[in-house]
């Protein structure tokens, strides 16, 4: 017999709303800024504080949590007190009032992963969870659809390319998303959460259906490569789950990509299969003719050229938000060696800057003592998925950490919020797990 009922849905609609704003709403730029995301995070924070503090019998009970769940909850913690210090480092290096702002989110996040855990130990139940995702999976689909929508908007009425829609290409007031890649991180839990809604039975195989195709034509719309990988990785994973209904829904979108098939997505594909050109050169030690992503490669010689400076930095790096003044230097270099044009620096309130890509800005600002400990996390995220009992197959979710990385490698996501939930244990995975009792 399935555990609650319907009138137990309204406990989590606040929840699920400010979950669902802070997951989409970090991919909005407006005129280069969003906060959004960081807004709507401390509102949920000061809520989940405050219901904590109504329950002070709940507070010190015991919740029941298994080993490995402890085990990722301790690795997040050490990885954010890390970055605190590291933002610590920053600002003695580079110090300047933007960097306040992140004192208060780096203590915030580990704050809301406690005291999310309190609530949602108390509020869940067997069925209840299905009912929370369900929620959260409809708002961010309604999104996605914004998304899609935005676009063919002004393609058909404007003429206007949807690479113009982000403000990474034009300043203007139309420009609301960052880059495609920053903006696919809005499909991983989307399509994460449309295969825990089917896999129970909340969801059917004709939507599921659909938001695959969504995720396929926004890719061809926005010519992205992070996201038809995303659709592929999750392909692969029903394949290897062996579901003919899922397989179902491969074949489904091999029509569809035959169907809309023209010149126009012939050439995405052609894009898509010679990614790395310069990178393949480069390994093989063969002339470069190629500068097919160029970019990317150059920023992660550049970011560990950066860090050689001395063995300090090497452990611990340049502190946190400096990223893109500590690489400056290095950056021209990289682009000088290989003959190509670099791009211009800026000057902002951090000083002289050049921007750049997650994991290279990562490295950068926390060195490989701060990769660690984020390698370690995201294993022990994945572990509890394989070594618990989940209400959907944990090869998804090993796949949805796979590609946050891949998006990391791709884009700087980390003033991104959504980037930050997928790292919270009692955000992101313990609404996974199919009870609250340890093992």
């Avoid at 690795?75 to 610590?88: A, D, G, H, R, W």
């Avoid at 139309?174 to 896999?199: D, H, N, R």
Wanted: charged share 10%; aromatic share 18%.
């Amino acid at each position: 017999m399935i555990e609650g009922s319907y009138k137990n849905q309204s406990k989590f609609n606040l929840y699920s709303i400010l979950i669902s704003v802070i997951f989409v709403s970090g991919s909005l730029r407006f005129y280069g800024i969003s906060l959004i995301d960081e807004i709507f995070f401390l509102i949920l924070l000061i809520l989940m504080l405050e219901y904590r503090d109504k329950n002070l019998a709940f507070r010190f009970s015991n919740l029941h949590i298994n080993q490995h769940f402890k085990r990722a909850n301790n690795s997040f913690n050490i990885l954010f007190y890390y970055l605190f210090f590291s933002l610590m480092l920053g600002l003695y290096y580079n110090p300047y009032f933007g960097k306040i702002r992140w004192a208060v989110i780096l203590v915030s996040l580990v704050l809301v992963n406690k005291s999310t855990l309190f609530y949602l130990h108390d509020k869940l139940n067997n069925y209840s969870r299905v009912i929370l995702l369900k929620k959260i999976h409809k708002y961010i689909l309604y999104f996605s659809i914004f998304y899609v929508l935005y676009a063919l908007f002004f393609k058909l009425f404007f003429q206007l390319d949807p690479g113009y829609l982000q403000s990474a290409q034009v300043e203007a007031w139309y420009a609301i998303w960052g880059t495609t890649a920053y903006s696919a991180i809005i499909f991983l839990p989307l399509i994460l959460y449309s295969k825990v809604l089917f896999v129970n039975k909340a969801l059917s195989l004709n939507k599921l259906i659909f938001v695959y195709l969504l995720l396929f034509y926004a890719s061809i719309l926005f010519d992205s490569r992070t996201m038809l990988i995303i659709l592929l990785t999750y392909l692969v994973i029903d394949i290897y789950q062996s579901n003919f209904r899922t397989l179902f829904v491969l074949i489904i979108s091999v029509i569809a990509l035959i169907v809309v098939g023209n010149y126009e997505q012939i050439a995405f594909i052609e894009s898509f299969l010679s990614s790395g050109g310069f990178l393949w050169q480069l390994i093989n030690n063969e002339p470069i003719t190629s500068v097919r992503d160029f970019d990317r490669v150059a920023h992660y010689i550049a970011a560990f050229n950066t860090i050689n400076h001395s063995v300090f930095e090497i452990i611990f790096g340049t502190g946190f938000l400096n990223a893109g003044l500590s690489i400056v230097e290095e950056y021209h270099n990289v682009y000088q060696q290989y003959g190509v044009p670099s791009s211009d620096a800026r000057i902002n309130m951090s000083g002289i800057t050049i921007g750049t890509f997650g994991l290279s800005a990562f490295i950068i600002e926390n060195g490989w003592l701060g990769l660690l400990l984020f390698v370690t996390h995201i294993y022990n995220m994945c572990v509890l998925a394989i070594k618990e009992k989940l209400i959907v197959p944990s090869s998804y979710v090993v796949a949805t950490y796979f590609l946050l990385i891949l998006i990391i490698f791709s884009i700087y996501i980390n003033d991104n919020m959504a980037f930050y939930l997928m790292l919270i244990p009692s955000i992101f995975i313990y609404p996974l797990l199919r009870n609250n009792k340890a093992k």
